[in-house]
């Protein structure tokens, strides 16, 4: 069987397909040959996606933070595509700021959303993924290695994204490569959900200075889970060339 032939047969379910990484790596897959399911809040530019990609994609509506919508999820995977192969836990939010009490909503947001999202997705899909002999996509980030003032909440998250990861891959080889991608900065809409005014444009002038694309992340995702199953792509750091931390 050629690659592109075992491509073809794969199925990619990808968590905040709506925008940014997720959107761009639903591309990106489903331009090698995967097939995809789109999984977001908003149905209307998921749907809209599903049907420029073709191929199969679908799209379904559904939140990380409710285990409900993704079992119902996985059931339509699973009766309509035939089961996940690849699992892209993209779906999270970056809302810095300082650590305080006015801001203890988006620490308990981020936590939800980045880290139990991820974690109850990949319990929802594992019993698809053993099946095909999957792939399990953590999207990280640099701040899973580099923690700084301003961003303690959101380190949190990515710093435990990280150890959740490195502990999975351990117990899920052979049959689940587990691999972690750790972006810098990338031009999403993320900083634009930060709520401390201040951060926000900080953060959105450094981004416009240094971001690198959606597109330039996903390729490289791409390119990881196309490997033979040999090889494993454990952890992927990737930084636009000029940010320095």
Known sequence: MSSSEHTAQ???VITGASS??????????AAS??????????????????????NGAIAITADVTDRDSLVAAAARV?????????????????????????YREDHRRMVETNLLGAMTATEVFLGQLRE?????????SVAGR?????????????WGMNGWSEALRQELQPDI???????????????????????????????EQFAITAAD????????????????????????TAQAG
């Open 20 to 29: 940014g990484i997720g959107e761009a790596t639903a591309r990106a897959l």
């Open 10 to 12: 794969r199925v990619a």
């Open 146 to 158: 580099t923690a700084r003032a301003g961003n303690a909440a959101y380190a949190a998250t990515k």
């Open 78 to 102: 699973q009766s309509e595509l035939g089961g996940a192969d690849i699992l892209v836990n993209n779906a999270g939010v970056m809302l810095l700021g300082p650590f305080t009490p006015e």
């Open 33 to 54: 040959g995967h097939r995809v399911a789109l999984l977001a809040r908003r149905a209307d530019r998921i749907e809209k996606l599903a049907s420029v990609l073709g």
């Open 217 to 240: 992340v996903a390729e490289v995702i791409a390119f990881a889970v196309g490997r033979p199953r040999r090889v494993a792509l454990n952890e992927i750091l990737i930084r636009p």
């Open 177 to 207: 490569r587990v691999l972690v991608i750790e972006p810098g900065a990338v031009a999403t809409e993320l900083p634009t959900h930060i709520t401390s005014a201040e951060v926000k444009a900080a953060t959105e002038k450094f981004y």
């Open 132 to 140: 095909g002999g999957g792939d399990l996509v953590n999207i990280s």
